[in-house]
């Protein structure tokens, strides 16, 4: 056996080891569906979350500019210790199982599967196993440098160019089950559970919106009975391999071919609510109001389906004003027809100091505010400035969002969690202090011991956040200085200080 095997092994078993003790007594249920909701351990189960969308692969879609790279640990770890400040009991990460076409994906080349590509969404199952919270993992989605997204890669390998060969053409779907093949029976090492057999999984999704490809052009009644005819084929074919977890049906189909919610794999329907987008639906739709999710969920459930919300806007271009949105997350929450929901999107702080970049980003104030750019849409708790957003509104909806977490699984607002302490990780530059964000941190202290001094002196009380990091000592001085900082969590409770550097 290679030294790099045994090492591997005893790494994934020391995690084993270390996650165990702490895992809740429903990770081992798998989610089910029962009738029109759904139940975990036979109880009522409804969520809130965070779409997580890089826990696999950074920089696969939407675009980073720090991508395509595997996230590190601490990323996975600062997320989902984020999701669960914020209350979140399911996430949904599209690049857990969806990356095609690029060196670091899961199927870099047609057929060929890269198991090293597993290692991210390991340990991001494994960290989800260890807070509690549950998957939704889609099998194909978007791709920022395919054309077409995913399903455009898949094409390309087939040299096929008409979209609508995906959902007919035999080879192109045999292809694509041969991929969901390698993802539900993909052997995690640290959980020792094929994905198949993991209950921290809720769902298979089959596709990210792809049923809106029949609406470009002139849809015909035959080319949306394709799509469904499709989705009943991906879903059996999950079913037969995996009979545990529930099927989701993303193709947003359903608004125009009812039909495809009656299929009989299907176990939840989903549709993603921007109104920032309502023009690229077309002319005569209906704008997106809190009304769409319950006429949306009122359809489905009628099929005898389970409803969820895949993803909502939270921002300013998506609904105006904190009302607005308080409006939206009210309905959902009140709707006993909608079962669980998860806003567009979290991200988190980088390893060296700072948050993880905008993705999508933009300098064009213009593009940014109504292009597809993640200064409108990234969230970053608490809150930061970016071009679009204030950092006090993103704060804000922020805990519009969590306050709406909890409601929906029903459970009261906790007070806010103790930030980790943070981690100093440079002051190679004198008086610049460098340190590794807190999840839940509003605020940081930053403290200094002059040498030949026993005691520590506060330089910086509560002064800093995230977008200050690095930090100058406006009375930085050469030799013998040590420093250490604290993170406030929003009730005004201090971390344990960092170890002094």
């Known amino acids: 056996m290679s030294g790099t095997r045994t090492r591997n092994i005893i790494l994934a078993t020391s995690a084993i080891i270390l996650l165990a003790p702490h895992l809740p007594a429903q990770t081992d249920a798998f989610v089910q569906r029962t009738g029109t909701k759904l139940t975990l351990s036979g109880a009522p189960f409804r969520y809130s979350g965070p779409n997580i969308e890089w826990l696999g692969l950074e920089g696969y879609g939407p675009h980073d500019p720090m991508g395509p790279r595997l996230p590190s640990h601490f990323e996975i770890d600062d997320a989902f210790d984020t999701a669960a400040e914020m209350g979140a009991k399911v996430v949904r990460a599209q690049t857990m199982g969806d990356t095609v076409g690029c060196p670091l994906c899961i199927e870099p080349t047609e057929g060929n599967i890269n198991e090293a590509a597993f290692a991210s969404s390991d340990y991001a199952v494994a960290t989800a196993r260890k807070h509690g919270m549950k998957l939704i993992i889609p099998l194909v989605g978007d791709c920022a440098t395919c054309a077409g997204g995913g399903i455009g890669q898949y094409l390309a390998w087939h040299h096929k160019p008409n979209p609508q060969d995906f959902f007919t053409d ?215 400035k970016t071009l679009v957003n204030t950092a006090d509104d993103m704060a804000a909806r922020a805990q519009q969002l969590r306050a709406h977490a909890y409601a929906m699984s029903g459970t009261a607002v906790p007070k806010h969690a103790i930030p980790p302490r943070p981690v100093i990780t440079s002051t190679v530059i004198v008086g610049l202090i460098a340190w590794r964000g807190s999840a839940g941190a509003v605020r940081y202290s930053v403290e200094r011991n002059d040498a030949g001094s026993k005691e520590w002196k506060s330089i910086c009380d509560r002064c800093a956040t995230d977008a200050d990091d690095p930090w100058v000592d406006p009375h930085g001085t050469l030799g013998g200085i040590q420093y250490r900082v604290i993170a406030w969590n929003a009730d005004g409770i201090p971390s344990e200080p960092s170890d002094p550097r």
């Not at 997106?288 to 969820?308: C, L, N, R, W």
């Not at 505010?369 to 970053?380: C, R, T």
């Open 170 to 384: 035999p080879a192109l779907i045999a292809a694509y089950e041969k991929h969901i093949d390698a993802v539900l029976n993909h052997l995690n090492p640290i959980t020792g559970l094929r994905y198949k057999d993991d209950p921290t999984i809720m769902a298979w999704e089959n596709c990210n919106m792809c049923g809106l490809i029949a609406l470009i052009g002139h849809p015909t009644p035959e080319s949306l009975a394709q799509i469904s005819t499709w989705s009943e084929t991906i879903g059996a074919h999950i079913k037969q391999t995996d009979p545990h977890h529930l099927y989701l049906d993303t193709t947003g189909l359903f608004r125009y071919y009812a039909k495809i919610i009656d299929n009989p794999s299907t176990d939840l329907v989903t549709f993603e609510f921007y109104p920032h987008w309502d023009a690229l639906l077309g002319p005569g739709q209906q704008p997106t109001t809190a009304e769409t999710f319950t006429h949306d969920a009122a359809t489905v459930t009628s099929h005898g389906k389970a409803f969820i919300v895949n993803e909502f806007g939270w921002d300013r271009t998506d609904w105006k004003t904190p009302a607005d949105l308080e409006q939206v997350l009210h309905t959902l929450a009140t709707d006993p027809n909608i079962s669980g929901d998860g806003f567009w999107a979290l991200q988190a702080h980088l390893d060296n100091f700072g948050f993880q970049p905008i993705p999508a980003d933009s300098t064009n104030p213009i593009f940014a505010e109504h292009g597809e750019s993640g200064q409108w849409w990234a969230l970053y708790y608490p809150g930061v």
